[in-house]
């Protein structure tokens, strides 16, 4: 089971190399795919309640105000609708 978290801590270090090399570049689909797993990830290694929550907002904020600023409306309610897919796996994770 170590070995699972260990992947998932090695993805959650990729997706935010990958969130923020998105931002630096000004390549969407890097900030899209690296901010949006971001919480998932941190789900995934089981931390709590508060450090998912914290990175959804935090992760929705920064992707979020990157899309709106760059005038991209598709994209940002893309990106709004997979931060509220990941809160979802939060409320289901609680109630496990």
Same mark, same amino acid.
């Given at each position: 089971? *170590?070995?699972?978290?260990?992947m998932n801590? /090695? ?13 630096v570049y000004?390549?969407d689909s890097?900030? %899209? ?36 600023? /760059?005038?991209? =409306?598709?994209?940002?309610?893309? %990106?709004? %609708? ?5 809160? =979802?796996?939060?409320?289901?994770? *609680?109630? *496990?």
């Open positions: 089971m *170590e070995g699972v978290k260990n801590i /090695l993805l959650l270090v990729i997706f935010t190399l990958v969130g923020i090399a998105g931002l000004k390549v890097g900030v %899209f795919i690296g901010f949006g797993l971001i919480p998932w990830q941190i789900l995934k290694i089981k931390l709590k309640k508060k450090w998912v929550l914290s990175a959804i907002i935090i992760t929705t904020l920064i992707g979020g105000g990157y899309f709106i600023y /760059l005038n991209k =409306w598709l994209i940002t309610a893309l %990106f709004i %609708f997979i931060q509220l897919y990941n809160y =979802w796996g939060l409320l289901n994770a *609680e109630n *496990e």
